[in-house]
Nanobody, 119 residues
Framework: QVQLVQSGGGLVQAGGSLKLSCAAS??????MGWFRQGPGKEREFVAA??????SYADSVKGRFTISRDNAKNTVYLQMNSLKPEDTAVYYC????????????????WGQGTQVTVSS
């Protein structure tokens, strides 16, 4: 059974840092990434990794870093210089092809984790 299990997240003050983890079980994936969904908003792309290729949303470039540990089948999202507008539920996602920037292209999803940034 394929599962993506997320950990991390929580409450942090603006300017602080958090790290999210997403451990995949059941199979390996070519692309893994992160999306987020703020209150009343659509789910939006944050970052993704595929075969050494990286992509970031403009809103997080220079602040967030995605990394992957293939031995652990785990993807991470290091979030620095957090802003109140980063507040959202963050979702890990995975697919069997190269990375994409749209949520509907991903087949597997983590359970979601809340990130709240206070001003």
């Amino acid at each position: 059974q394929v599962q993506l299990v997320q950990s991390g997240g929580g409450l942090v003050q603006a300017g602080g840092s958090l790290k999210l983890s997403c451990a995949a079980s059941g199979r390996t994936f070519r692309a893994m990434g992160w999306f987020r969904q703020g209150p009343g908003k659509e789910r939006e792309f944050v970052a993704a990794w595929s075969g050494g290729s990286l992509s970031y949303a403009d809103s997080v470039k220079g602040r967030f870093t995605i990394s992957r540990d293939n031995a652990k089948n785990t993807v991470y999202l290091q979030m620095n210089s957090l802003k109140p507008e980063d507040t959202a539920v963050y979702y890990c996602a995975a697919r069997n092809w190269d990375l994409e920037l749209i949520a509907s292209a991903y087949d597997y999803w983590g359970q979601g984790t809340q990130v709240t940034v206070s001003s």
